[in-house]
């Protein structure tokens, strides 16, 4: 039977960031998502400084998905990506959590160094949530001190790799650090962060190649939601209505 994935991290909702600019675009990619084996997708609307969620932004991302979720073949959740900064620390977590789970999905900033990304995740935490941290093998901090990620993932946030960090779509050293996750048993998922058709999801090559590398029941945990509690139903309905999964 073929790995049914879940897909914590990707931006397939029109949000005003940098992910999809339509329903259309994000239809398309969340169909071809499906068709590439995903089951349940995260849709992950970036919050930034630059982007922060007002009020007015959240009720055009909610339109926007339940949209998009009446309408794509897979079972669509949203969630939010949040990019460190201290303007969250006033807030409650809860408001950015993975829609039917207890995780915060957080990015440690491409550049520059940890710190505030280290106190918004003890600010998740505070509020009995877990941080996930988004594509380390992507970000500074780590590649110059990759302990950094051996560090995190001991504190019990689990560590989230780009599915095209490992099909090489970055850096060779983002390649290297993705395996390295791997191969040190510190990644917990590998998720898309697929933004767009030209950056689509890849999670079935990148399936392929983790299975080859590590064994299928090591490659299946990181790519079907198990590790983190999280399953598609096996039904594959090519039926494009919402799939009802029970709750996690
Ligand atoms: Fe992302």
Same mark, same amino acid.
């Given at each position: 039977m073929d790995p049914r994935f879940v897909d914590i991290h990707s931006h397939v909702v029109p949000s005003g960031d940098d992910g999809v600019q339509s329903l259309a675009e994000g239809l398309g990619l969340a169909r071809d998502a499906f068709e590439h084996g995903t089951r349940l997708l995260y849709a992950t609307p970036h919050v930034s400084p630059a982007l922060p969620l007002t009020e007015e932004r959240q009720h055009r991302i909610r339109t926007a998905f339940d949209e998009l979720r009446e309408q794509t073949p897979l079972e669509l959740r949203l969630g939010f990506e949040l990019t460190?900064?201290? *303007? %969250?620390?006033?807030?409650?977590?809860?408001?950015?959590?993975?829609?039917? #789970?207890? %995780?915060?999905?957080?990015?440690?900033? %491409?550049?520059?160094?940890?710190?505030? %990304?280290?106190?918004?995740? /003890?600010?998740?935490?505070?509020?009995?949530?877990?941080?996930?941290?988004?594509?380390?093998? !992507?970000?500074?901090?780590? +590649?110059?001190?990759?302990?950094?990620?051996? /560090?995190?993932?001991?504190?019990? @946030?689990?560590?989230?790799?780009?599915? *095209?960090? +490992?099909?090489? !779509?970055?850096?060779?050293?983002? /390649? $290297?650090?993705? @395996?390295?996750?791997?191969?040190?048993?510190?990644?917990?998922?590998?998720? *898309?962060?697929?933004?767009?058709?030209?950056?689509?999801?890849?999670?079935?090559?990148?399936?392929?190649?983790?299975?080859? $590398?590590?064994?299928?029941?090591?490659?299946? !945990?990181?790519?079907?939601? #198990?590790a983190l509690g999280l399953a598609a139903e096996p039904t594959a309905s090519q039926t494009p209505s919402r799939v009802a999964l029970p709750g996690v």
């Open positions: 460190p900064m201290a *303007s %969250f620390l006033a807030e409650d977590p809860w408001r950015y959590v993975l829609e039917q #789970t207890e %995780f915060v999905l957080v990015e440690i900033p %491409f550049v520059g160094s940890a710190e505030v %990304f280290l106190e918004v995740g /003890e600010w998740i935490e505070r509020a009995g949530l877990t941080p996930i941290v988004a594509h380390p093998e !992507r970000t500074e901090a780590v +590649l110059e001190n990759p302990g950094l990620a051996d /560090e995190l993932a001991g504190r019990g @946030w689990p560590l989230q790799v780009n599915a *095209s960090s +490992l099909l090489g !779509r970055h850096t060779p050293e983002m /390649e $290297r650090q993705g @395996w390295r996750l791997i191969d040190d048993a510190l990644a917990a998922i590998v998720a *898309s962060d697929g933004h767009r058709a030209t950056r689509p999801m890849l999670l079935d090559d990148a399936y392929e190649l983790t299975r080859t $590398r590590v064994g299928e029941e090591r490659a299946l !945990r990181l790519f079907d939601g #198990t």
